[in-house]
């Protein structure tokens, strides 16, 4: 696969005067897009797509093979059909299946049912960039990515609401009518995403941002830091209640303010302890050790060794995965967690609607 190079800065398109919503969606007007699963990101965008006005159908496994994402979609009153079936009708092909099932299904079903022409769209770019799916040139596809930068339910809370979120736009293949672009941005459009703006990038530059950002900030970097302090404090004598609340619970409500107002709006928002504290922590914690550390995070992702091991653990069964797992379930963490928030039973219902 040939990369399109990335720019030192995004080009972001977003619905204006100029850039009206009719006019960026007219690509997919009168054509058939099939989403390819039916689950976090591939809901939302069906249901978007559809009140849109846009035609959707639903690809999935057959159900009496175990295809109940089918069963939800067709609750929806969407028509749903097996992989083969949906991509041979598709003029837009979105692959919403998790990243370690991409290279099967594409191989089994989805390549050998695409017309030529089609353009098939990735809400990741993982599969893509670490070279597991390579798809043939003699098909003359259009490869492209429309990556909303949060969960589902946001990006179906949001449309509904009347707003959208950011997405990432790249294209790694135009098609000989040279309308995987043009398909990319209608597609952002449908599900939203235009009312915020559509940052291009590449399928590289996406996919190892987003496996980096994971790692060292948003979900490893804040579990393992979250972990590592609540042990601190149990140890140093605190209750494990008091220790949850401090070192995990209450992070909801700065993470909120880091995410509405950024960095130096957040500051400007907790007390002056707590940021005199913030530099003092930061000066002490991101030193050259840690700095070390988090280049050969990004250097892993980066050379594909990351994404090597996770598509290996998955072929032979997920045993490392499901180590990991089952060790971190049973961390003393989780029995405070349950305690506190027993405390607020509304967090049942709000965790469920998320």
Not at 282 to 297: G, T
Not at 331 to 340: W, Y
Request: glycine share 10%; hydrophobic share 50%.
């Amino acid at each position: 696969m040939t990369f399109i190079d990335a720019t030192s800065q995004s080009t972001v398109i977003r619905e204006s005067d100029a850039l009206q919503f009719d006019a960026l969606v007219a690509p997919l007007r009168g054509k058939c897009i099939a989403v390819l699963g039916y689950g976090n990101q591939g809901r939302a965008h069906a249901q978007n797509l559809r009140d849109s006005g846009l035609e959707v159908i639903i690809g999935g496994r057959p159900i009496e093979h175990g295809g109940s994402a089918r069963v939800q979609a067709e609750r929806d009153g969407f028509a749903s059909m097996d992989y083969a079936q949906a991509c041979a009708r598709a003029d837009l092909v979105i692959v919403a299946l998790p990243d370690q099932a991409q290279p099967s299904a594409w191989v089994r079903w989805i390549e050998p049912s695409l017309r030529a022409g089609t353009v098939v769209g990735f809400v990741h770019g993982f599969a893509i960039r670490f070279g597991f799916i390579e798809p043939l040139e003699a098909l003359d596809l259009g490869i492209v990515l429309l990556a909303p930068k949060g969960p589902g339910a946001t990006v179906r809370a949001r449309f509904v609401a009347g707003q959208g979120i950011p997405a990432l736009l790249a294209v790694a293949r135009e098609n000989k009518a040279n309308a995987a672009r043009a398909t990319a941005v209608a597609w952002g459009a449908g599900i939203g995403c235009t009312r915020s703006g559509l940052l291009e990038t590449t399928f590289a530059a996406e996919a190892e941002s987003d496996l980096f950002g994971e790692q060292a900030v948003l979900c490893g970097g804040m579990l393992g830091l979250v972990e590592a302090a609540f042990d601190m404090a149990v140890a140093a004598g605190y209750p494990p209640e008091v220790a949850y609340i401090e070192c995990c619970h209450e992070l909801k409500q700065v993470a909120d303010l880091l995410y509405a107002r950024g960095p130096d709006g957040m500051r400007r928002t907790i007390s002056d302890t707590a940021e005199f504290g913030a530099f003092v922590a930061a000066k002490s914690l991101v030193d050259d050790a840690l700095k070390s550390k988090l280049s050969a995070l990004l250097a892993d992702v980066r050379s594909g060794a990351f994404a090597a091991r996770f598509m290996l653990d998955h072929a032979n069964g997920h045993p490392e995965f499901t180590a990991w797992r089952a060790r971190a379930s049973a961390h003393p963490i989780e029995g405070a967690s349950a305690r506190v928030r027993a405390l607020m039973p509304w967090l049942a219902k709000d965790g469920a609607a998320s």
